[in-house]
């Protein structure tokens, strides 16, 4: 392959796709490129999923600015482009006189960040709104603009936008080195060949560095930062209703405890410095260490309930502020770098910020008329009304077919998830659509099934299906008794 593009766009985490989708709105022939087969696979899969409210940042950072603008921006787009987001709003829990100076001190930093609502609750205030927090609470500051989001969802409404709006997506496309030529980008070289370009985006999360050296920019080094999680199966209810976080850290905003968009509960993440750039492995120090913070702020926490545990890498640059701004010594460059938290809330912002690097640059930006900012309504199944299930069945008896039986999704929901524009191509991508696979059975009755659906609508044999990585393949031959999904009938 040998292509041509206005800009290149590496990553397709959220900040990736929140670029591909403002830069949509303009008159340009974009290419976004991911490692991986699916989008949303790094830093942007395994986080706490917060939309966070901004009070947490130091003030006249961008993490501040863009995190505060990004919360705005997410609440003002949740309806056109279809956004999983609930505002169930956060608490920042004090647990001692220190930390009451310390809600104090986040109170004003918030005001003077442009948080909007932000109040100080008294102990019997915050404990009337969660009945389960430790009796040693003294106190709370709750932000209403707080909320929980589906990082997948929201990362996948963002790039199916941007292909609606014509944006190429590239998975499965690495790449290896950024081709400079008198300190001008001219384009990539990735694992499917050469794309020229003058203008390339580095959203490449922890890799961001990498990016950045291989065009001769040594301007930046990320360092991961390690956070692991337990997920609580959906029995445990509103066992908390909010955001619930204890006083910050210099370097973590602490064990948080929340409800997921899906009825879960988390609790996480630690924060630990590490080399290795792929170690998501979760252990048994950093879980205890999860578990005692979570204890800590609610006792009584159903830790029984945990259905599986998991671990995410912050990409902390030096300076440990957001990393936006063109290359050093290299036009055409331009990273969006360093995005550890709350880089998932920041990521509209951040796209905004980069489209006016991209002007600033010389770049020509001319709208275009037909840009549609909307996705089409979907809803799963199972989250429909009754009348409106009956007419799904009716016009596709796939959709009276149920897959998972855990999280209620049917045949028709993981058709749709394979042939929606960027859809699934693997058992973890139909996961993340669906859910199929994230219910207490953690895939044990679905995962076959859902193999044999991807192998008929993909055709390719099973042993080609894979869990998720590049070369996760599932099966090395058919196995007698596999499960067979035959065709639609
Ligand atoms: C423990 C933890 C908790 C967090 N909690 C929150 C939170 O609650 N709220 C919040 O707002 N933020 C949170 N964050 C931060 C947030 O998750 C990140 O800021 C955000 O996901 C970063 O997105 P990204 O697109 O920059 O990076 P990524 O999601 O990592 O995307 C980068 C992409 O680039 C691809 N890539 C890399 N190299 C190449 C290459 N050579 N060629 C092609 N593709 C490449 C990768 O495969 C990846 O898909 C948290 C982060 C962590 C780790």
């Known amino acids: 392959m040998r292509k041509k593009a206005d800009v290149v766009i590496i990553g397709g985490g959220i900040v990736g796709t929140a670029v591909a989708r403002e830069l949509a709105r303009f008159k340009l022939d974009i290419t976004l490129v991911e490692q991986h087969p699916d989008l949303s696979m790094g830093t942007t899969k395994a986080n706490s999923a917060i939309l966070h409210a901004g009070f947490d940042a130091a003030v006249g950072t961008l993490k501040a600015k863009l995190n505060v603008r990004g919360n705005e921006l997410y609440r003002a787009w949740q309806e056109e482009l279809g956004l999983d987001i609930k505002l169930i709003g956060s608490l920042v829990v004090a647990t001692d006189e220190e930390g009451l100076l310390v809600l104090e001190q986040l109170h004003e930093r918030g005001r003077q960040n442009g948080v909007p609502g932000l109040v100080l609750l008294s102990r019997e205030a915050v404990l009337e709104r969660e009945p389960h927090l430790t009796p040693a609470t003294l106190g709370a500051l709750f932000a209403p603009t707080g909320g929980i989001m589906d990082p997948f969802g929201v990362t996948l409404a963002f790039a199916e936008n941007a292909v609606r709006n014509g944006v190429e997506v590239l998975t499965e496309c690495k790449v290896e080195q950024v081709e400079v030529s008198d300190d001008e980008v001219v384009g990539v070289h990735t694992s499917q060949g050469f794309i020229e370009a003058r203008y390339i985006i580095n959203a ?12 001769n920019d040594h301007s930046f080094a990320i360092h991961p930062r390690k956070g692991e999680y337990m997920l609580l199966d959906k029995s445990v209810g509103n066992f908390v209703r909010s955001v619930i976080f204890p006083t910050p850290s210099k370097v973590s905003k602490g064990i948080v405890i929340a409800p997921t968009v899906h009825h879960n509960t988390f609790v996480g993440p630690n924060a630990l410095a590490i080399d290795d750039k792929e170690d998501l492995s979760t252990t048994a120090e950093g879980l205890a260490a999860i578990v ?85 309504a979907r809803a799963l199944f199972r989250d429909q009304e009754a009348p409106e299930k009956q007419k799904l069945i009716a016009e596709n008896p796939l959709y009276g077919r149920v897959i998972c039986r855990c999280e209620m999704v049917t ?79």
């Open 411 to 489: 045949e028709g929901d993981i058709l749709d998830a394979i042939h929606r524009p960027c859809g699934a191509r693997t058992l973890d991508g139909v996961k993340r659509r669906t859910r199929a696979g994230m219910g207490r059975c953690q895939g044990g009755f679905c995962g076959p099934r859902v193999t044999s659906i991807l192998s008929r609508e993909l055709k390719i044999p099973i042993p080609a299906v894979r869990k998720d990585t590049a070369g996760s393949f599932l099966f090395f031959d058919k196995i007698r008794g596999t499960h067979e999904v035959k065709d639609h009938e």
């Open 204 to 215: 490449a999360g922890v890799h961001a560095d990498d990016i950045s050296r291989s065009a």
């Open 292 to 376: 005692a913070g979570a204890k800590s702020l609610v006792p009584g926490v159903p830790l029984n309930a945990a259905i599986t545990q998991f671990a995410g890498l912050r990409a902390v640059a030096d300076g440990d502020d957001f990393v936006i701004r063109p290359a050093t010594g290299v036009r055409g460059l331009i990273h969006a770098a360093g995005i550890q938290s709350p880089g998932l809330t920041a990521a509209p912002a951040i796209a905004e910020m980069v489209v006016d690097i991209l002007r600033s640059e010389g770049l020509s930006l001319h709208a275009k008329i037909d840009f549609c900012p909307e996705n089409p």
